[in-house]
């Protein structure tokens, strides 16, 4: 048997994360039989002491709500993408001993619809600006999208986003008003960051081509997804992020390619 090594995922709260399920399942069917995942409940308060007091056998935590912002402050490093969004999910072990700040919630989102066989976009319709919108953009500019669209109830809300986006090299972003049903249908890939109930009510013309992106899981399928379904648009669903990220974090932690199908069979099977 290996070493023993740990990884966590931290947040509050943090009882209900599917992480353990995923990062443990992939020990498993990599034969990595010395590590181990687990959560532990941390606020932003006690982050920094936490963090201090971890041993050389931590290899990598998953921050979950509220800790993406506080991440960065305790990191030694802090990738591109991560000062970018200005929200780390991901803090990785450096030989040194301290932590890098990393963010795979974008490169998540790209694996995600890259599953349902998106490659690029012309045009991308991003609802809601908060921090999940952030990694949104990035995924977007991935796609070489020409045209990103955030639909938000205030033109303000937007703007914070705007040297997000020139930061990753974005065309400007538009502005839609709350809620734009008939401008949501003209994207090619739509992408939900709303929190549960907000898009209930949302009536959108779908357009079969379409790619509906929806980072809710729980409860699914939502009606935004369902209704989409129902006029033949591909749909992803915040399951597949939430596998997309814990992937990329997996392979930063351990340094093995990760066995994606029983990551995916595991957290599909406990969702």
């Known amino acids: 048997m290996s070493a023993q090594r740990r990884a966590a995922v931290l947040g509050q709260p943090i009882e209900h994360s599917l992480s353990p399920v995923i990062h443990n399942a992939g020990y498993a069917a990599a034969g990595l039989g010395g590590w181990a995942y687990e959560r532990i409940e941390c606020s932003i308060d006690r982050l920094p002491g936490l963090i201090a007091g971890l041993g050389p056998e931590w290899a990598g935590l998953s921050l979950t709500m509220p800790l993406k912002e506080a991440g960065l402050a305790v ?4 990738a591109s993408t991560a000062a970018a969004l200005g929200a780390c999910n991901t ?11 990393e963010n795979t919630d974008a490169p998540g989102m790209v694996d995600a619809l890259g599953w ?3 490659t690029s976009a012309q045009r991308v319709a991003i609802l809601g600006a908060g921090g999940t919108a952030r990694a949104a953009l990035a995924a977007a500019g991935e796609l070489k999208a020409a045209v990103i669209e955030v639909h938000a109830r205030r033109a303000a809300a937007v703007d914070e986003l705007r040297p997000v986006a020139e930061l990753l090299g974005l065309p400007d972003l538009a502005y839609a008003p709350w809620p734009s049903p008939a401008r949501v ?3 090619d890939v739509v992408v939900s960051t709303l929190p549960f109930g907000v898009a209930d009510d949302l009536v959108v013309p779908w357009r079969p081509e379409t790619v509906v992106f929806d980072a809710v899981y729980k409860p699914w ?3 935004l997804a369902g209704s989409a379904a ?5 749909i992803v669903s915040g399951l597949d992020l939430l596998l997309a990220q814990a992937v990329h974090q997996f392979e ?3 340094g093995v390619s990760a066995p994606v199908d029983a990551m995916r069979t595991a957290l599909f099977a406990s969702a």
Not at 75 to 78: H, N, R, S
Not at 91 to 101: T, Y
Not at 230 to 234: E, I, K, Q, S, T
Request: hydrophobic residues 45%; charged residues 20%.
């Open 221 to 223: 399928p939502t009606p």
């Open 116 to 118: 349902a066989g998106v």
């Open 252 to 254: 930063m932690f351990t």
């Open 185 to 187: 249908a003209e994207a």
């Open 230 to 234: 129902a006029a033949g648009c591909r």
């Open 91 to 101: 803090l990785v072990r450096l030989p040194s001993g301290g932590w890098r700040a």
């Open 75 to 78: 990191a030694d490093e802090v």
